[in-house]
């Protein structure tokens, strides 16, 4: 009983807000800013408790490729909701009124799109700092990405490795050992001819086959990323996109704003306004 009379209270409450937004600021509230951000705190809310925010194994990462997936399809539904809160907007039509009043909507619909273009880079970011934070050391880490780089990433092992059964068994030790930091768990590595696509060094050469060294490189490789995504250099990064999005959706956002500005107005005004403009442009070069 108290929490629908709460419920009741808070309707009320918010029926008077609009209203009185109404009445003050017409412009803003028919954008309707606050509903739509209202609505990105409960995604934001629902979506929180499925972002890694602390990684402190390296077998609990997920592959970098995996996260730009979802970023980009996120960034995607997204552009979706922006376009049929524009509609909404375009919807109510507000006839004559200068040009000047529509900074409010050119801001507050910027401001808006922003937020929501945003929100998936920034929980991909917690990712990747979370990643970045894995309890390994850079030390550590090139040396495994070292060691699962050798022989051509284990396509390539030499007769004079394989052959040597003590020195071959010493190497499949230490691979366990790296694929375990990676893969949280051991399991068997067997040896087969080197794939007929891969050229080898020297002929006989033996390949360890599995997703799971594929995995592990994709793993320190993602880590080596995360660590230096601030880093604006010429070096592949595989998150730079996610870093660049921070700056290239203000672009996107204004854009939205200006847009929603010029087709506020009904399709006569700028019919009549380019007439007059033309006649003028007429007059002058007479």
């Given at each position: 009983?108290?929490?629908?009379?709460?419920?009741?209270?808070?309707?009320?409450?918010?029926?008077?807000?609009?209203?009185?937004?109404?009445?003050?600021?017409?412009?803003?509230?028919?954008?309707?800013?606050?509903?739509?951000?209202?609505?990105?705190?409960?995604?934001?809310?629902?979506?929180?408790?499925?972002?890694?925010?602390?990684?402190?194994?390296?077998?609990?990462?997920?592959?970098?490729?995996?996260?730009?997936?979802?970023?980009?399809?996120?960034?995607?539904?997204?552009?979706?909701?922006?376009?049929?809160?524009?509609r909404s907007i375009l919807r109510k039509p507000v006839g004559e009124i200068a040009l000047r009043r529509h900074v409010v909507t050119v801001v507050a619909v910027g401001v808006g799109s922003y937020l929501w273009l945003v929100t998936p880079s920034l929980f991909a970011y917690v990712e990747i700092n979370a990643i970045k934070g894995v309890d390994l050391s850079d030390r550590e880490l090139q040396a495994d990405v070292e060691f699962l780089g050798l022989y051509k990433g284990w396509d390539c092992i030499p007769p004079s490795v394989w052959k040597d059964e003590r020195e071959f068994q010493r190497k499949l030790e230490q691979l366990h050992e790296v694929l375990d930091r990676y893969v949280g768990y051991k399991f068997d590595l067997k040896t087969e001819p080197s794939p007929s696509y891969i050229s080898c060094d020297q002929q006989g050469s033996l390949a360890i086959s599995s997703y799971y060294i594929s995995s592990s490189k994709e793993k320190t490789t993602a880590i080596q990323d995360a660590r230096r995504f601030w880093v604006q250099d010429n070096s592949p990064n595989q998150f730079s996109s996610i870093r660049k999005s921070f700056s290239w959706f203000i672009a996107i956002a204004l854009g939205f704003g200006v847009l929603t500005a010029i087709f506020s107005y009904p399709t006569y005004v700028w019919g009549r306004t380019f007439s007059v403009a033309a006649s003028r442009l007429r007059t002058y070069r007479l």
């Amino acid at each position: 009983m108290i929490g629908r009379e709460r419920g009741v209270l808070i309707r009320r409450l918010f029926r008077r807000f609009d209203h009185w937004l109404l009445l003050r600021a017409p412009i803003l509230w028919r954008t309707r800013l606050l509903h739509c951000l209202l609505l990105l705190c409960l995604l934001i809310l629902a979506k929180s408790p499925f972002v890694q925010t602390s990684i402190s194994l390296p077998s609990g990462i997920l592959p970098g490729n995996i996260i730009l997936t979802t970023c980009w399809l996120q960034v995607s539904g997204v552009v979706v909701v922006l376009g049929l809160w524009v509609r909404s907007i375009l919807r109510k039509p507000v006839g004559e009124i200068a040009l000047r009043r529509h900074v409010v909507t050119v801001v507050a619909v910027g401001v808006g799109s922003y937020l929501w273009l945003v929100t998936p880079s920034l929980f991909a970011y917690v990712e990747i700092n979370a990643i970045k934070g894995v309890d390994l050391s850079d030390r550590e880490l090139q040396a495994d990405v070292e060691f699962l780089g050798l022989y051509k990433g284990w396509d390539c092992i030499p007769p004079s490795v394989w052959k040597d059964e003590r020195e071959f068994q010493r190497k499949l030790e230490q691979l366990h050992e790296v694929l375990d930091r990676y893969v949280g768990y051991k399991f068997d590595l067997k040896t087969e001819p080197s794939p007929s696509y891969i050229s080898c060094d020297q002929q006989g050469s033996l390949a360890i086959s599995s997703y799971y060294i594929s995995s592990s490189k994709e793993k320190t490789t993602a880590i080596q990323d995360a660590r230096r995504f601030w880093v604006q250099d010429n070096s592949p990064n595989q998150f730079s996109s996610i870093r660049k999005s921070f700056s290239w959706f203000i672009a996107i956002a204004l854009g939205f704003g200006v847009l929603t500005a010029i087709f506020s107005y009904p399709t006569y005004v700028w019919g009549r306004t380019f007439s007059v403009a033309a006649s003028r442009l007429r007059t002058y070069r007479l």
